[in-house]
């Protein structure tokens, strides 16, 4: 199927991660390319998601006025380069906490494809952690792997067997989107959509 859709996770994907959460707009910075990198694919037609999971709201390390502060200033950082999401999807809650939403489950994922109004089977899925991943497997999501956030501690080592079979693995969300769209011979997703083949880890 053609999909004009792609899943991205936040942390360490678009913005910086931080140990200590990112819990303010100004704790809010950009990975480099990543704003551009989104901005490419809404050019191309393409509608961006974000799944997130957002433990530092239930662990009261920030409220849901810095939570939409921290958004506001992606989305207008994402304007500034003629970029856009379309939406964004968290999980407020704690690991410790019983959740369908919480990624690895798929709960965000189910969200994202009610939202949306389509099946997610070939969709790209872009995180820097094998959770990210595993979120969307039920529904057919195909796994994309970047060497950014907790990714970079894979750099220069083989893909761990527990990552789905099939993942691709890229350097960073740029290097993921100029991948995805050289799918199709004009540049844009049109066939080819969640038909990628897998590439081996470096």
């Not at 996770?9 to 991660?17: A, E, K, S």
């Not at 369908?100 to 820097?128: T, W």
């Not at 290097?175 to 880890?201: N, R």
Request: charged share 20%; net charge negative; aromatic share 4%.
């Amino acid at each position: 199927m053609n999909t004009k859709l792609v899943i991205l996770d936040r942390d360490g994907t678009i913005n910086v991660d931080r140990d200590d959460y990112v819990k303010s707009p100004d704790e809010w910075v950009p990975l480099p390319g990543a704003l551009e990198a989104i901005a490419q694919l809404n050019h191309a037609g393409v509608q961006v998601a974000v799944a997130t999971n957002q433990s530092g709201l239930g662990r009261g390390l920030f409220d849901m006025a810095a939570l939409n502060a921290m958004h506001d200033r992606m989305n207008k950082m994402l304007a500034a380069v003629g970029g856009r999401i379309d939406a964004v999807f968290f999980c407020p809650r704690s690991p410790e906490e019983s959740c369908r939403c919480r990624k690895p489950a798929s709960g965000l994922m189910e969200q994202i494809a009610e939202r949306f109004g389509v099946n997610l089977q070939g969709v790209p899925v872009v995180g820097d952690s094998l959770r990210d991943l595993q979120a969307g497997l039920s529904l057919g999501c195909a796994p994309h792997l970047v060497l950014t956030g907790k990714g970079a501690a894979l750099r220069g080592q083989a893909l761990p067997a527990t990552f789905p079979p099939g993942t691709q693995v890229h350097d960073d969300l740029a290097a993921f989107v100029a991948h995805w769209l050289h799918l199709a011979p004009d540049g844009g997703p049109e066939g080819g959509w969640g038909h990628a083949p897998s590439v081996d880890s470096a």
